[in-house]
Nanobody, 123 residues
Framework: VQLQASGGGLVQPGGSLRLSCVAS????????MGWFRRAPGKEREFVAA????????LYADSVKGRFTISRVDTGNTVYMQMNSLTPEDTAVYYC?????????????????WGQGTLVTVSS
């Protein structure tokens, strides 16, 4: 399974971006999909995840209420709408996937990873 993330860029504080991740999996609708990020000088951290049936999305406390994860299985795509961005959101964002199971913030549970897309929040 290959994952291709896109949508990153430079945005001012308070702005919005939408990240996309396209998967090559033929059975995409059976995958739990997640977003993680790695800020400069920091460890990778969980951002959000969504189940294979779009139920019960899970968010990190730091993004709850600002970010929304969604998916369109017919297009093999998972999205993350990011609003009210702050400089603390600056990071390389990675999409990840695992077959079946429940949403989890544990990166070790995800088998497939995209290449990352850079989000820079700065004035």
């Amino acid at each position: 399974v290959q994952l291709q993330a896109s949508g990153g860029g430079l945005v001012q504080p308070g702005g919005s971006l939408r990240l996309s991740c396209v998967a090559s999996a033929r059975t995409f609708n059976t995958y739990v999909m997640g977003w993680f990020r790695r800020a400069p000088g920091k460890e990778r951290e969980f951002v959000a995840a969504i189940t294979w049936n779009s139920g019960s999305p899970l968010y990190a406390d730091s993004v709850k209420g600002r970010f929304t994860i969604s998916r369109v299985d017919t297009g093999n795509t998972v999205y993350m709408q990011m609003n009210s961005l702050t400089p603390e959101d600056t990071a390389v964002y990675y999409c990840a996937g695992k077959k079946w199971g429940i949403v989890t913030p544990d990166a070790m549970q995800y088998n497939y990873w995209g290449q990352g897309t850079l989000v820079t929040v700065s004035s």
